[in-house]
């Protein structure tokens, strides 16, 4: 038969082992927006050099989609925000890769053209030129700084 001492270090060592979670759990993430996060990645294929890198990422994507999901829980917006592959970087970085644009700050420029004498009242709010055959889809062009430019005019 067992001691007192047996039975109770087997007590501990069982409510410890039921305390903790299992090995399955410990694989998946508790944290719904870690989920997220890892289904984000595996979508864009998105592999960081190591833990503290990723746990970096992981803040930045947070914070993005935080503001994204309050944007777009505003009434009054012309358009909607979207996750994407670059959800996991800060403006800054986005800027820095991906326009190539270093403007000077303090710029003061005549403008070229007045439309003072314009009447505006019969336009449209709004005009996405895709509807009429205007242009094509954006294209992304990767880190060349110019996707903007590659929407190509229909004649």
């Not at 007590?11 to 759990?25: D, T, Y």
């Amino acid at each position: 038969m067992a001691s007192k001492v047996q039975l109770v270090f087997l007590f501990m060592f069982l409510c410890v082992m039921w305390a903790s979670p299992s090995a399955a759990s410990r694989d998946e993430p508790s944290d719904p927006m870690m989920k997220r996060f890892e289904e984000w990645m595996a979508e864009y294929g998105r592999v960081y050099k190591d833990n503290d890198e990723k746990m970096r990422r992981f803040q930045i994507f947070k914070n993005n989609v935080k503001h994204i999901e309050t944007f777009n829980s505003r009434n009054g917006n012309s358009y909607t925000l979207g996750i994407n592959q670059f959800t996991d970087m800060t403006k800054s970085e986005f800027v820095a890769q991906y326009t190539g644009v270093s403007l000077p700050l303090n710029i003061e420029r005549e403008p070229v053209v007045s439309f003072d004498d314009v009447n505006i009242s019969a336009v449209p709010q709004s005009i996405d030129w895709r509807d009429y055959g205007a242009v094509n889809e954006v294209k992304n062009q990767n880190p060349c700084g110019s996707c903007w430019s590659f929407v190509q005019l229909r004649r």
